[in-house]
């Protein structure tokens, strides 16, 4: 049974940094897209950064040139470097990963608070 376990969630004043990362525990070889996804409250869940087997990665425009993501695909993790963090970066930070035959997996989601 494959399970996502994110961590580096928290709390962080404007303009701080925090790094999320998300690994894949279990039976889980090949991995098509990972990426992370947030949802705020009374807001839908969106994209924030995925990336692309190949290595491409795409970014929500809101998160352009604060955010960095980053993978390993040998140890099935997918990390979230963000910087200058605002207040509307608060949300629930969810890890997704999707396998070579398109079994997509989620982590549970870890809390990001950005406030003074």
């Known amino acids: 049974q494959v399970q996502l376990v994110e961590s580096g969630g928290g709390w962080v004043q404007p303009g701080g940094s925090l790094r999320l990362s998300c690994a894949a525990s279990?039976?889980?070889?090949?991995?098509?897209?990972m990426g992370w996804y947030r949802q705020a409250p009374g807001k839908e869940r969106e994209l924030v950064a995925v990336?692309?087997?190949?290595?491409?990665?795409t970014y929500a425009d809101s998160v352009k040139g604060r955010f960095t993501a980053s993978r390993d695909n040998a140890k099935n993790t997918v990390s979230l470097q963000m910087n200058s963090l605002k207040s509307e970066d608060t949300a629930v930070y969810s890890c997704?990963?999707?396998?070579?035959?398109?079994?997509?997996?989620w982590g549970q989601g870890t809390q990001v608070t950005v406030s003074s």
């Open positions: 279990g039976s889980i070889t090949v991995t098509n897209a």
């Open positions: 990336i692309a087997s190949g290595g491409t990665t």
């Open positions: 997704k990963m999707t396998t070579w035959n398109f079994i997509v997996y």
